[in-house]
Every structure is written in structure tokens, then in C-alpha cells.
RNA sequence: GCGAACUUGGCGGAAUGGUAGACGCACGAGACUUAAAAUCUCGAGUCCGCAAGGGCGUAUGGGUUCGAGUCCCAUAGUUCGCACCA
């Protein structure tokens, strides 16, 4: 027997007849702009990367932005909720390199497969505005919206550093980096220089910065996130010049810039630390041995700041030392640094071991000179000392010439003043914030639309021209980037003289393809990349939903891009996404034995523990972790969706944990959410057997319809905060007060049963589309969808309570509860508070030094003696 | 390493600075049943107590407050991000 024949729903053919009568009324597809007479609201869920199947993960990111869109419908908005695909990206081409199959062949068809999932979940999408990035009616309106920022002076093209393998003779992605190898070939990768492709994020660091002021809607975290990772900092470029230079080096051509936030502490310097890939290094490691292999095994340490940073603090002495301005009779030596970053600053720092941890480790480690010059509050001049521990707070400035007796802030300003003076540095503002660089060296991507041209150099493919399609005969059966390698397809003739020239064999970076895809939804047939009427009246989205992981770099670079489409013409808006929901993980226990993991589907429950199905071994318990394939701990959303259902799979993601955390898959979870679509379904058919529909109110039935109403009004507010965790709990509630009401034979009890099961069906809906659906003709048999209804109003009459049930504190703790009529002032309150049984014998022998009355709320009674 | 966050019963979690543990899961007892499943009813943080009631309790340690899960400081553990995964 399978689950369903036993139960009474039967979602099997109930869910794809209401999502085709959904489909028979067009029921979501949304205006070309929002209609007049209705706030528009732009709902939207962070599109998928179709890796093959539907996960979890997705379904409970788009039940999430179901539910907004479903009840935002419902209070009369214009909704527009477009599903797409983020199609391009590695995986497709790892796929073409491990299984032989077209990356976009395999992406399609994954696509195709994912969509059928989506469908069968009945989310409440537009697909008539579905969009793949991969496909070139997308791609070739973005590769017009880089020319135009090229035209606007908004991309530059620079060398920059890449992963390099070395055996392979390819670029790696940081994640194909593993312990300084790559992950395919083992072998030690090295940095390279190439020239690539800029978008000038920087030049949007102050607007960028600013905006996230305005996005009140934003989670706070992921504010200051982006907030600390643009990095607006304060501080001074100072030069300082060769002391003495060596054969070949010029004093001043030399010098060593430094960008630094603490100019007062200048009189500590004890060395000048340069980027291992800083121009000066590379010029002492032409004739020093010790440097050249120093820079080299820096550069195996790769691009990614993480590896850099967490990496042991080392350092190499090149010999060269500079003059402190402040002390133009000390100098102090030049050291190259695995820690100082080319890309930030001027790639050199002076050091300070007083004032910065991370330099007094390396003075300690290579016994530089350590000079006490900032003194903490509550120290004294004669007895202060450092050890291990830098003082990285403010104080007072000692030991500093002329900023002896200052605070930080003071000597900072005076540093910088005598440094301006003296024509040495001066004052800057200094952004973490680096340019985006969307340079790939990759197949499947959008290819840059740009032909390279010995006379004309980087000539912009002409608009007429476009899209520049990807080629499809390639081959992957050697490394590198198949569009190097192809027979002719970067063989062109230059667009300005008809020389013999080259196309730009990269593609985009896949976060420019994320970048704008909000907008083109807006109007995603539209003939130019977008519809500026479409654009402006849809934008912003209102609410945007997805993951944590994105916190940073992709909604950074979705911000700036709507800037620079802005810049461009190409729409008005500034912030894309007005409100923003990040929503956690899924997770699932993970078992495993001597074999390794094992999938959920193989384990069965007995005892206290998990044994294997097919061989009643026992199984050992992992703890619970994000699903994932290599841990076997995965769900597949089309599995449950054949044994419970959509309803029941989109009930159990939004059911008990808040959304914005992680929340774990059970099996017994979903069974639980299974049986209360089953209880709603038979609670609806017991009111729709036994009570006609004209049934009238009279007298009776009061609690029932209080519930009723303040079920909706709790329901209400939790959708509206986000909290469908806490609306599933209400509507627990109420199903429980309703399937009571079946015992009562009050008067005016059926009416008040068929309020509650209507509203109990409309409150549900955003949730279990499907069933509320099915809910609504049992009651209503020629009544309206649920879809075309309306959200259900409370009754304020039915809000108001009798009583009230106050807790009576003695000094903070509770003693007892006393009944009172709601707002009852403190002279009734308060006497029977101390009369109060268990009150008044706790209070016996005491004197009441304090009564704190909260209206509806607590009474405290502050003792002495 | 740096940046950001999270931590409440056996489990998921609820709680404008005001009765901690709503609601659900798992568990136990009972009803229905030849039996099981399903369904329904009741119970339950923990310790002491027959009970009434009391002690303790929201990761740990401190602080602010009449009152702290909630605010502040420190510590621990976990998670996310670190610019070529998406």
C-alpha cells in the first residue's frame, strides 16, 4: 500500500490540476509595466546554477519567495516573480572534460530537467519571462552593455596575477588551488601575469559605500560586510628615498611608497616591508639569489588572500634601506614580505612593531628594533615596555620628537601636516575596495566583444556585429581554453583598418551575468539589453531572497552595475534589491560505517540508533551538516515530492526553523508536515458535510471566531516579519481550536467553523498552494480560486480580550498569577497582585519597598528585610 | 590569518527588556482496533518533595537593570566570506 491510498487528500492528481487551472488563467503572469491602479512589487529568488538537479537548499529558497509572492498577490500587489538559469560557469566544462558531453548540451539539459522540478513544486512563477545566461539573446545584450561602459571610460585593461598550472598550461580558479597544487594535475602552481580586463568598481567606492545607508531593508550583517570589504580608511602615502643606494638604484626613482593609517607612529619605524610582487623586489632579484627564491615560493602561495594571510609571517632582507623623514639620521632596512599585498595600498607598509601586531611578530621573529611610541592610558613613561603584545588601541605619543605628549588623532593630523610640508606625503583616503577583474580564460562563458588589432590595439566589436557567439565545435580533449585553440574562430579582420587581427579569447567572469539579470526580467524580450519604461517602473526588486554566501561579492557587484547601467543610460535606479533575505542552509545527520558515508535512503532506524537496510549492520551517526553529495547526506526534492507531495515538501522547509538559519531535514519532519495537510483536508470535509454554506452566526461561537481572527491577524504579521515558522505554529493553533469546535453544539458554532476552515485555507495558501486550492472547493464549490481571493481581513470585535493573565514577581521572580480585566489601572492591579495566595505568604514579614506595575504585563515587588 | 554572524529541553524552535520553553518532532500513558497502521486524549526542562511548593536553568565568566534568552564586555564552539566555485 502506498502512503497516499491511505490517506484522504490525494495530492497525487490534485496538485497538477490546480497548477494547470493556474496556468488556464494565466494566474501569474505579470504586466508588461505594474498595473496603474496597484503597488507594484518585484519579488525575486537568486537565480539557480543548473548543476543537474534541484536541491534542497532551492526548495526551501523559492518556497521562501513563494510565500511573498503569493501573499503579496493576495493584498492587491502587482507581482512580478520570474524564474531564470545562471548557465554558464566551470562545472560544464569539467562535465565536458570528464564525461565527453557539450557544456552547453549538458547545461541545457539539466536546465530542462531542473524547470520540471520547479513546475511540479507549483511556485508561483512567470515563465513566460524565463531567461538562460548562457544562451545568446542574454549574453549578447550584456556584451552590449560592457561596450557601452567601455565607451563611458568604465573598463580598463591592466595586467593582473592568475593561478598557474603549470603542467596542465591553464588558469585555475582559487577552489581548483589545493595546498598550493592543482587539483588535477598535483603540480605546484605559480603566479602569472596577464593581461585582463577591468571594471572600474573603484570608481563607484564612495556612491557604494554611501548606498548602503539607504538599504534599511538589508539584513545589518550583510551591511557591514560590504561595508568592511570596500574599507574606506584614512590615513597617509608617504615616499621614502634609498639611503645609499647600491649599484643600478637611484635615492629617489627607488623610493618606496607606503600607504599607511597610522602617520603618527612614524618615529617607531623599524623596517619598510614591499609585496613580493612590488616592481622594487622583482629589481633586487636580478641579482640576488636569496630574493629571487624568497618572490618565487611567495608566488606559490597563489592569489587568494586567504592562503596569503593565513601563511607564516616570512620575510626576506633585500639589502636596500631607506631614510625616515621624521629621522633623517636613521634609516631603516627594505624587507620583502609574503604578507604585504601588491593589490592594496601602494603594496608596501612601513613597520611599526609598537603599534601593529602583526609587525612586532615579525620584528620579533627577525630581532628588528622595537621602540615604544605609543603610551597606553594608565602607563607610565619610565616603567612601559613591550613584550609580545603590540598596542594596537589609541594612547599617548612618546619617544616621537616633535608629537611627543599627543593622542593618536592629534598626532595623525600633525604627522600629516609636517609630512605635506615637507613634501614627503600627504593625506589620502584608501579603499579596500579593488577593480573587478572579468577576465576567464574559459570556454563556457560570454565572450568578451572585443577584437585585438596590431595597429588599432582593443578594438570594440561594432554593435551590428553583435551578439559574438561562442563557437560550437570545441573540443576538450587537451587543456586550456578551447576558444584559443579553435581552427579559425578568433580569426577576424579588425573592425577600423580590415587588418588581419584577433578576437578576445576570454569570456566573462559568471557574476557579470548575475549582475543584471533583475533587469532584463523587467522586459526580457525586449530588443536592447533593457527596456528603460520596464526597468524603471519595476526596479527596485522589493524583495530579494538567497543565500548568506552571497553576502559580498555578487550583491556588490549587482550594486555597482546598476550604477554603471545607470551611467550608461540604460535605466534611472541606483540599489537594485530594496530588502534583502538571507536564508540558511539545509541540513541532514550523515551516517556512515566502514564503507564510508551513507545515503539517508540506506539507513533505517532501530533502537536508539541506525542500522543499514540491506544488511542490518550498525551505522555510525554523523552530527548534521549541510547536504552535500561527497557526505551522501542529500534529500532529492523530486523523491519527496512523488511520496508527499509539493505541499507537503514546501510545508516542512518553512515549518520550523526561522528561515534566515540553518534548519535540519528529518524524515519524521516531513511525515508530521504530510499528516497536517491531512488534518486540515478532513477538518474542511467535516465542516463541508455538516455545516450548509448559509449557516448563520447568532450567539454562540465566540472563542472559535476569536481565534479565527486572531489567527489571521498573527499570520498576517508573521509573513510580514519573515517568520513562517511562526504562522505555521498559529495555524497549528487554529486547526487544534477547529477540530474542538467539531465537539461543540453551540448555536452559531457551524458558521464559526466555516470561518475558521475558510481562513484556515486562505492563511495556508502561500504555503500549501495546492491544497488550500482544494480546501476552497470543498467549501465553495463554484467559488473563486484561491488565487484570484483576496487576503482575509480580521474583525477587530473578535480582537479584544476578557481578561488578561498577569505574572506577580518578588524581586524579579515569579511568585503567582493573578487574572485582571485588560488595562486595569494599579489600584486594582496591585492589591490583588499582594493577595495573591503564594504572594502574600512569600511577602509575609516583609516590607514592600518598591511595586512596579507594566499595565497587562507583571507586577514586581521590590522587598527589604 | 582577517572580516561577519550564530549558540534556548532529548531534537527543531517561540518569546516589543516583563509569566522562558508557544508550536512541532521524538518519547511515555490511555482510548479506538481481533491486531497493527491511522486517528484522538493526557503527560513531560531539571533536581528535591506524597503534595502544596521550592532550588537550579537560555554555551561559559562577568556587568547594567526593579526585572536579562533579549543590552554591554570577555571567553569557547560552530558557520559564512576572503575578490577565478556559484
Given at each position: 500500500m502506498t502512503d497516499q491510498e491511505t490517506l484522504g487528500y490525494d495530492f497525487e492528481t490534485a496538485e497538477p490540476r490546480w497548477q494547470a487551472a493556474w496556468e488556464r488563467i494565466r494566474a501569474f503572469a505579470a504586466e508588461d509595466h505594474p498595473a496603474a491602479d496597484k503597488p507594484k512589487y518585484y519579488v525575486l529568488e537568486m537565480?539557480?546554477?543548473?548543476?543537474?538537479?534541484?536541491?534542497?537548499?532551492?526548495?526551501?529558497?523559492?518556497?521562501?519567495?513563494?510565500?511573498?509572492?503569493?501573499?503579496?498577490?493576495?493584498?492587491?500587489?502587482?507581482?512580478?516573480?520570474?524564474?531564470?538559469?545562471?548557465?554558464?560557469?566551470?562545472?560544464?566544462?569539467?562535465?565536458?572534460?570528464e564525461r565527453g558531453v557539450h557544456p552547453g548540451q549538458w547545461t541545457l539539459d539539466n536546465i530542462a530537467s531542473m524547470r520540471v522540478t520547479l513546475q511540479r513544486l507549483g511556485f508561483s512563477l512567470d515563465w513566460d519571462r524565463e531567461i538562460a545566461t548562457c544562451l545568446p539573446e542574454y549574453y549578447g545584450h550584456q556584451q552590449k552593455l560592457f561596450l557601452d561602459m567601455l565607451r563611458k571610460g568604465l573598463v580598463e585593461r591592466r595586467e593582473s596575477s592568475v593561478n598557474w598550472d603549470p603542467v596542465d598550461n591553464t588558469v585555475l580558479a582559487n577552489e581548483q588551488v589545493v595546498d598550493g597544487r592543482g587539483w588535477r594535475s598535483g603540480a605546484l602552481i605559480e603566479k602569472k601575469r596577464l593581461s585582463q580586463w577591468f571594471l572600474k568598481i573603484t570608481d563607484f567606492a564612495e556612491p557604494l559605500l554611501e548606498g548602503l545607508d539607504t538599504l534599511d531593508r538589508w539584513p545589518a550583517r550583510v551591511r557591514t560586510m560590504q561595508e568592511r570589504w570596500i574599507g574606506r580608511s584614512e590615513g597617509a602615502r608617504i615616499r621614502f628615498p634609498l639611503h645609499a643606494p647600491p649599484e643600478g638604484f637611484d635615492v629617489d626613482r627607488d623610493s618606496v611608497e607606503v600607504f599607511t593609517t597610522r602617520p603618527d607612529t612614524l618615529f617607531g619605524m623599524s623596517f619598510v616591508a614591499i609585496a613580493a610582487d612590488h616592481p622594487l623586489a622583482a629589481k633586487v632579484a636580478q641579482d640576488n639569489a636569496a630574493a629571487r627564491d624568497f618572490i618565487e615560493e611567495c608566488q606559490r602561495l597563489g592569489t587568494s588572500e586567504e592562503a596569503i594571510e593565513a601563511a607564516e609571517k616570512r620575510g626576506c632582507d633585500t639589502g636596500l634601506r631607506v631614510v625616515n623623514p621624521f629621522a633623517p639620521d636613521e634609516t631603516v632596512p627594505v624587507w620583502i614580505a609574503n604578507f604585504v599585498l601588491m593589490e592594496y595600498?601602494?603594496?608596501?607598509?612601513?613597520?611599526?612593531?609598537?603599534?601593529?601586531?602583526?609587525?612586532l611578530d615579525f620584528a620579533r621573529k627577525y630581532a628588528l628594533p622595537v621602540r615604544p611610541v605609543i603610551l597606553p592610558p594608565g602607563e607610565q613613561i619610565g616603567s612601559f615596555a613591550i613584550g609580545r603584545t603590540a598596542v594596537t588601541g589609541e594612547g599617548t605619543l612618546i619617544n616621537s620628537g616633535f608629537l611627543d605628549g599627543l593622542d593618536t588623532a592629534e598626532g595623525k593630523r600633525k604627522a600629516i601636516e609636517r609630512l605635506e610640508g615637507m613634501g614627503v606625503g600627504r593625506g589620502v583616503v584608501n579603499w579596500r575596495l579593488r577593480d573587478w577583474g572579468i577576465s576567464r580564460q574559459r570556454y563556457w562563458g560570454c565572450p568578451i566583444p572585443v577584437i585585438h588589432c596590431a595597429q588599432c590595439g582593443a578594438v570594440p566589436v561594432p554593435d551590428d556585429q553583435l551578439p559574438v557567439r561562442l563557437p560550437e565545435d570545441v573540443t576538450f580533449d587537451r587543456p586550456g581554453n578551447p576558444l584559443d585553440h579553435h581552427p579559425h574562430w578568433k580569426h577576424v579582420t579588425c573592425p577600423q583598418c580590415g587588418a588581419a587581427a584577433q578576437r578576445e579569447t576570454d569570456t566573462f567572469d559568471t557574476f557579470v551575468d548575475s549582475s543584471w539579470y533583475f533587469a532584463r526580467f523587467t522586459a526580457p524580450h525586449a530588443a536592447g539589453p533593457i527596456d528603460p519604461v520596464a526597468a524603471n517602473s519595476w526596479l527596485p526588486v522589493d524583495q530579494y531572497i538567497g543565500g548568506i554566501e552571497h553576502a559580498i561579492l555578487h550583491l556588490l557587484y549587482a550594486r555597482f552595475f546598476t550604477r554603471a547601467m545607470h551611467e550608461t543610460g540604460h535605466l534611472d535606479v541606483d540599489e537594485p534589491f530594496a530588502g534583502l533575505f538571507t536564508q540558511g542552509m539545509i541540513t541532514h545527520e550523515s551516517y556512515r560505517d566502514e564503507s564510508g558515508w551513507l545515503a539517508p535512503e540506506d539507513v533505517t532506524r532501530s533502537g536508539d540508533g541506525y542500522v543499514r537496510r540491506d544488511n542490518g549492520q550498525p551505522v555510525q551517526l554523523g552530527r548534521s551538516e549541510k547536504m552535500s553529495k561527497s557526505k551522501r547526506n542529500t534529500v532529492a526534492p523530486t523523491a519527496i515530492i512523488e511520496r508527499f507531495g509539493a505541499d507537503t515538501a514546501r510545508w516542512f522547509v518553512l515549518s520550523d526553523s526561522p528561515p534566515e538559519r540553518d534548519m535540519e531535514w528529518t524524515e519524521a519532519g516531513v511525515s508530521a508536515s504530510a499528516r497536517f495537510g491531512q488534518r486540515l483536508y478532513r477538518l474542511v470535509q467535516a465542516v463541508s458535510a455538516q455545516v450548509p454554506r448559509d449557516a448563520s452566526f447568532g450567539e454562540g461561537g465566540r472563542s472559535l471566531r476569536q481565534a479565527t481572527h486572531r489567527t489571521i491577524v498573527a499570520v498576517t504579521e508573521a509573513l510580514e516579519n519573515f517568520t513562517p515558522n511562526v504562522a505555521v505554529a498559529r495555524l497549528h493553533e487554529l486547526s487544534a481550536a477547529l477540530g474542538?469546535?467539531?465537539?461543540?453544539?453551540?448555536?452559531?458554532?457551524?458558521?464559526?467553523?466555516?470561518?475558521?476552515?475558510?481562513?484556515?485555507?486562505?492563511?495556508?495558501?502561500?504555503?500549501?498552494?495546492?491544497?488550500?486550492?482544494?480546501?476552497?472547493?470543498?467549501?465553495?464549490?463554484?467559488?473563486?480560486?484561491?488565487?484570484?481571493?483576496?487576503?482575509?481581513?480580521?474583525?477587530?470585535?473578535?480582537l479584544t480580550r476578557d481578561s488578561v493573565t498577569m505574572g506577580v514577581q518578588i524581586m524579579g521572580k515569579l511568585r503567582g498569577t493573578i487574572e485582571v480585566p485588560p488595562d486595569a489601572p494599579s489600584d486594582i492591579v496591585l492589591p490583588l497582585a499582594e493577595a495573591e495566595p503564594n504572594v502574600a505568604r512569600m511577602l509575609e514579614g516583609k516590607r514592600i519597598v518598591k511595586r512596579i506595575h507594566v499595565p497587562n504585563r507583571i507586577v514586581n515587588f521590590v522587598v527589604a528585610g
Amino acid at each position: 500500500m502506498t502512503d497516499q491510498e491511505t490517506l484522504g487528500y490525494d495530492f497525487e492528481t490534485a496538485e497538477p490540476r490546480w497548477q494547470a487551472a493556474w496556468e488556464r488563467i494565466r494566474a501569474f503572469a505579470a504586466e508588461d509595466h505594474p498595473a496603474a491602479d496597484k503597488p507594484k512589487y518585484y519579488v525575486l529568488e537568486m537565480f539557480p546554477y543548473p548543476s543537474g538537479q534541484l536541491h534542497m537548499g532551492h526548495v526551501r529558497n523559492y518556497a521562501l519567495g513563494d510565500v511573498v509572492a503569493r501573499y503579496k498577490r493576495a493584498r492587491g500587489f502587482s507581482v512580478l516573480h520570474p524564474m531564470g538559469w545562471d548557465a554558464f560557469g566551470l562545472p560544464a566544462e569539467n562535465a565536458a572534460r570528464e564525461r565527453g558531453v557539450h557544456p552547453g548540451q549538458w547545461t541545457l539539459d539539466n536546465i530542462a530537467s531542473m524547470r520540471v522540478t520547479l513546475q511540479r513544486l507549483g511556485f508561483s512563477l512567470d515563465w513566460d519571462r524565463e531567461i538562460a545566461t548562457c544562451l545568446p539573446e542574454y549574453y549578447g545584450h550584456q556584451q552590449k552593455l560592457f561596450l557601452d561602459m567601455l565607451r563611458k571610460g568604465l573598463v580598463e585593461r591592466r595586467e593582473s596575477s592568475v593561478n598557474w598550472d603549470p603542467v596542465d598550461n591553464t588558469v585555475l580558479a582559487n577552489e581548483q588551488v589545493v595546498d598550493g597544487r592543482g587539483w588535477r594535475s598535483g603540480a605546484l602552481i605559480e603566479k602569472k601575469r596577464l593581461s585582463q580586463w577591468f571594471l572600474k568598481i573603484t570608481d563607484f567606492a564612495e556612491p557604494l559605500l554611501e548606498g548602503l545607508d539607504t538599504l534599511d531593508r538589508w539584513p545589518a550583517r550583510v551591511r557591514t560586510m560590504q561595508e568592511r570589504w570596500i574599507g574606506r580608511s584614512e590615513g597617509a602615502r608617504i615616499r621614502f628615498p634609498l639611503h645609499a643606494p647600491p649599484e643600478g638604484f637611484d635615492v629617489d626613482r627607488d623610493s618606496v611608497e607606503v600607504f599607511t593609517t597610522r602617520p603618527d607612529t612614524l618615529f617607531g619605524m623599524s623596517f619598510v616591508a614591499i609585496a613580493a610582487d612590488h616592481p622594487l623586489a622583482a629589481k633586487v632579484a636580478q641579482d640576488n639569489a636569496a630574493a629571487r627564491d624568497f618572490i618565487e615560493e611567495c608566488q606559490r602561495l597563489g592569489t587568494s588572500e586567504e592562503a596569503i594571510e593565513a601563511a607564516e609571517k616570512r620575510g626576506c632582507d633585500t639589502g636596500l634601506r631607506v631614510v625616515n623623514p621624521f629621522a633623517p639620521d636613521e634609516t631603516v632596512p627594505v624587507w620583502i614580505a609574503n604578507f604585504v599585498l601588491m593589490e592594496y595600498g601602494t603594496g608596501a607598509v612601513f613597520g611599526c612593531p609598537c603599534g601593529d601586531q602583526r609587525d612586532l611578530d615579525f620584528a620579533r621573529k627577525y630581532a628588528l628594533p622595537v621602540r615604544p611610541v605609543i603610551l597606553p592610558p594608565g602607563e607610565q613613561i619610565g616603567s612601559f615596555a613591550i613584550g609580545r603584545t603590540a598596542v594596537t588601541g589609541e594612547g599617548t605619543l612618546i619617544n616621537s620628537g616633535f608629537l611627543d605628549g599627543l593622542d593618536t588623532a592629534e598626532g595623525k593630523r600633525k604627522a600629516i601636516e609636517r609630512l605635506e610640508g615637507m613634501g614627503v606625503g600627504r593625506g589620502v583616503v584608501n579603499w579596500r575596495l579593488r577593480d573587478w577583474g572579468i577576465s576567464r580564460q574559459r570556454y563556457w562563458g560570454c565572450p568578451i566583444p572585443v577584437i585585438h588589432c596590431a595597429q588599432c590595439g582593443a578594438v570594440p566589436v561594432p554593435d551590428d556585429q553583435l551578439p559574438v557567439r561562442l563557437p560550437e565545435d570545441v573540443t576538450f580533449d587537451r587543456p586550456g581554453n578551447p576558444l584559443d585553440h579553435h581552427p579559425h574562430w578568433k580569426h577576424v579582420t579588425c573592425p577600423q583598418c580590415g587588418a588581419a587581427a584577433q578576437r578576445e579569447t576570454d569570456t566573462f567572469d559568471t557574476f557579470v551575468d548575475s549582475s543584471w539579470y533583475f533587469a532584463r526580467f523587467t522586459a526580457p524580450h525586449a530588443a536592447g539589453p533593457i527596456d528603460p519604461v520596464a526597468a524603471n517602473s519595476w526596479l527596485p526588486v522589493d524583495q530579494y531572497i538567497g543565500g548568506i554566501e552571497h553576502a559580498i561579492l555578487h550583491l556588490l557587484y549587482a550594486r555597482f552595475f546598476t550604477r554603471a547601467m545607470h551611467e550608461t543610460g540604460h535605466l534611472d535606479v541606483d540599489e537594485p534589491f530594496a530588502g534583502l533575505f538571507t536564508q540558511g542552509m539545509i541540513t541532514h545527520e550523515s551516517y556512515r560505517d566502514e564503507s564510508g558515508w551513507l545515503a539517508p535512503e540506506d539507513v533505517t532506524r532501530s533502537g536508539d540508533g541506525y542500522v543499514r537496510r540491506d544488511n542490518g549492520q550498525p551505522v555510525q551517526l554523523g552530527r548534521s551538516e549541510k547536504m552535500s553529495k561527497s557526505k551522501r547526506n542529500t534529500v532529492a526534492p523530486t523523491a519527496i515530492i512523488e511520496r508527499f507531495g509539493a505541499d507537503t515538501a514546501r510545508w516542512f522547509v518553512l515549518s520550523d526553523s526561522p528561515p534566515e538559519r540553518d534548519m535540519e531535514w528529518t524524515e519524521a519532519g516531513v511525515s508530521a508536515s504530510a499528516r497536517f495537510g491531512q488534518r486540515l483536508y478532513r477538518l474542511v470535509q467535516a465542516v463541508s458535510a455538516q455545516v450548509p454554506r448559509d449557516a448563520s452566526f447568532g450567539e454562540g461561537g465566540r472563542s472559535l471566531r476569536q481565534a479565527t481572527h486572531r489567527t489571521i491577524v498573527a499570520v498576517t504579521e508573521a509573513l510580514e516579519n519573515f517568520t513562517p515558522n511562526v504562522a505555521v505554529a498559529r495555524l497549528h493553533e487554529l486547526s487544534a481550536a477547529l477540530g474542538e469546535a467539531e465537539k461543540s453544539d453551540e448555536p452559531g458554532m457551524g458558521a464559526a467553523r466555516r470561518e475558521a476552515a475558510l481562513a484556515l485555507a486562505l492563511l495556508v495558501a502561500p504555503m500549501m498552494p495546492h491544497l488550500a486550492e482544494e480546501m476552497v472547493a470543498l467549501l465553495e464549490p463554484e467559488g473563486a480560486l484561491v488565487v484570484e481571493r483576496s487576503w482575509p481581513e480580521a474583525l477587530p470585535e473578535f480582537l479584544t480580550r476578557d481578561s488578561v493573565t498577569m505574572g506577580v514577581q518578588i524581586m524579579g521572580k515569579l511568585r503567582g498569577t493573578i487574572e485582571v480585566p485588560p488595562d486595569a489601572p494599579s489600584d486594582i492591579v496591585l492589591p490583588l497582585a499582594e493577595a495573591e495566595p503564594n504572594v502574600a505568604r512569600m511577602l509575609e514579614g516583609k516590607r514592600i519597598v518598591k511595586r512596579i506595575h507594566v499595565p497587562n504585563r507583571i507586577v514586581n515587588f521590590v522587598v527589604a528585610g
